[in-house]
Nanobody, 116 residues
Framework: QVQLVESGGGLVQAGGSLRLSCAAS????????MGWYRQAPGKQRDMVAV???????KYADSVKGRFTISRDYAKNTLYLQMNSLKPEDTAVYYC??????????WGQGTQVTVSS
């Protein structure tokens, strides 16, 4: 059973920062890549940032220069450092992992609300 548990969401004022964490229960050697996605009310779920097993990162244009994705292999944890937050960043943020031979898994989501 693969479990992804997110934490770190909350309410912050525009211009503020938050750091999201995602702890994975599966062996780090089984994870091909991980990423953060977000879904605002009434909108589709979109990619925010992804990182491959080799450490290559990709960001949505809307968060480039403000968000940083990283992975602690020793702790088997994924992070998303979010700086200069904007009201349009308000959404439920989901952690995802591509597990070798098992498919894609999602966390339960964590709410991020940015007030203007």
């Amino acid at each position: 059973q693969v479990q992804l548990v997110e934490s770190g969401g909350g309410l912050v004022q525009a211009g503020g920062s938050l750091r999201l964490s995602c702890a994975a229960s599966v062996s780090k050697f089984s994870i091909n890549g991980m990423g953060w996605y977000r879904q605002a009310p009434g909108k589709q779920r979109d990619m925010v940032a992804v990182i491959t097993s080799g450490g290559i990162t990709k960001y949505a244009d809307s968060v480039k220069g403000r968000f940083t994705i990283s992975r602690d292999y020793a702790k088997n944890t994924l992070y998303l450092q979010m700086n200069s937050l904007k009201p349009e960043d308000t959404a439920v943020y989901y952690c995802a992992a591509a597990v070798l031979g098992a498919g894609d898994y999602w966390g339960q989501g964590t709410q991020v609300t940015v007030s203007s």
